[in-house]
């Protein structure tokens, strides 16, 4: 028969693993150890992407790569939050992949901010789409999920409603307009510029009491039903600042081409820019029958040239011969 104590001591042991565990993930982690999966299969695919001088990053650990970098930085702007702020990165959610990318819990309150890296990119928001440079991404319903799902367990855990707010945070941006109307934004979109001092000019919507509990509470491996063996995040970001280091060898980021077709130069005009798609040679800056029109004119100048050619003949001579006598005559 075992002994409920010694039961009793090995899961708060258990459990404290746990909490260190999810408190030591290190900013960017869940996604800086997809990237280094990806990298390696690449590479055993293709061994040249890593010789003894050089490492190229494969095209599909690219997204991966610069999503880790983004996290990171994010994360070293939240490490400047005060002691009253509990910031926990990488939170994974349930049973799978998901995670969020930070939580945070300080006086204002609870918030799941969900980092994009998209550099020198032009965004606007509306109600329903984010678009990066005219085009539509799922930018606003990830950011919403991600603070619906740590409401829902956050809710569970304390035993009474918690709000999340959700953030979404851009990461090298060139500029946001936000086209969205009305008193509040759901997600907040805000320049990772501009995140730090967002978040410490908000008013305090916690007490110590509230704040120390939701602390607690979000600590807890049991709240976002992780395995408390989880992995060591050390490990992995050492991994990946070794591949970055690597990479950034020859400046900037190194592309594997994904087929011989792409890594091929693509055809330009006589002046240099690219043709447009779907038009031909024949068809580039010219109206449909000119062709035509052409041939057609050539045929009637063709065929009538017996009654011109005697008058053209005549004019010609006589304005020939008058410029000849002026030359000559004294």
Request: charged fraction near 20%; proline fraction near 7%.
């Amino acid at each position: 028969m075992s002994d409920p104590l010694s039961d009793e001591s090995v899961e708060r042991v258990a459990n404290l693993h746990g909490v260190l565990a999810l408190r030591s993930r290190a900013p960017g982690y869940a996604v800086a150890q997809k990237c280094l999966e990806v990298q390696a299969a690449a590479e055993a695919h293709d061994p040249a992407l890593r010789t003894e001088h050089r490492t190229v990053l494969a095209p599909d650990a690219r997204s991966w790569f610069i999503g880790a970098q983004g996290e990171r930085h994010v994360g070293t702007i939240l490490s400047k939050l005060g002691p009253e702020w509990l910031v926990l990165h990488a939170v994974p959610i349930g049973a799978g992949t998901k995670d969020v990318d930070h939580l945070v819990v300080g006086p204002p309150g609870v918030f799941a901010i969900n980092t994009k890296h998209h550099r020198d990119a032009r965004v606007w928001v509306g109600d329903h789409v984010l678009r990066l440079n005219n085009s539509n991404t799922q930018h606003l319903r990830a950011a919403r999920s991600d603070a619906r799902d740590a409401s829902r367990r956050l809710t569970a855990a304390a035993g009474y409603p918690v709000s999340v707010t959700s953030v979404l945070a851009l990461v090298g941006e060139q500029s946001i307009v936000d086209g969205r109307r009305g008193p509040r934004h759901d997600p907040i979109v805000v320049s990772s510029r501009g995140l730090l001092a967002w978040l410490t000019q908000l008013p305090r919507r916690l007490s110590d009491a509230e704040l120390g509990h939701l602390r607690l509470v979000s600590e807890e491996p049991i709240t976002w039903h992780i395995d408390r063996s989880a992995a060591n995040t050390l490990r992995v970001m050492q991994r990946f600042d070794r591949l970055e280091a690597e990479v950034y060898k020859q400046g900037p980021v190194v592309l594997a081409p994904t087929s011989k077709a792409r890594a091929m130069p693509s055809r330009r005009t006589p002046a240099g820019g690219r043709r447009p798609a779907g038009r031909s040679r024949r068809q580039s800056g010219r109206p449909a029958g000119v062709g035509l029109l052409k041939f057609l004119v050539g045929l009637a100048v063709l065929f009538t040239a017996p009654l011109w050619m005697p008058v053209v003949g005549a004019v010609v001579g006589t304005v020939v011969t008058g410029m000849l006598m002026n030359v000559l005559t004294p």
